[in-house]
């Protein structure tokens, strides 16, 4: 009985090591994306992401009122 208990607490202590050293490993990749996140924030701020060239409004041209029937022309020059 004595041999199960000091196996098993022998397993356990091996396992708590594992998770030890798993929470320290995302501890550190927390930080590192805590770092990349607030440099995405200054970048943001800054206006550098949103260089991109703004969409000028287009002038679509507007149909005349529908009078019951419509030609295969008039739908072509207005697409």
């Given at each position: 009985m004595n041999k199960l208990v000091e196996s098993t607490m022998?397993?356990?202590?091996e396992r708590d090591?594992?998770?030890e050293d798993m929470v320290l490993a995302m501890k550190k990749e927390i930080?590192?994306?805590?770092?990349e996140l607030t440099?995405?924030?200054v970048a943001l701020s800054n206006g550098m992401l949103?260089?991109?060239p703004k969409q000028q409004a287009m002038d679509v041209p507007k149909l005349e009122k529908f009078k019951?029937?419509?030609s295969a022309r008039?739908?072509?020059?207005f697409l």
């Open positions: 022998k397993k356990l202590a090591e594992n998770l930080d590192k994306l805590k770092g440099i995405y924030k949103s260089s991109m019951g029937a419509r008039d739908v072509d020059n």
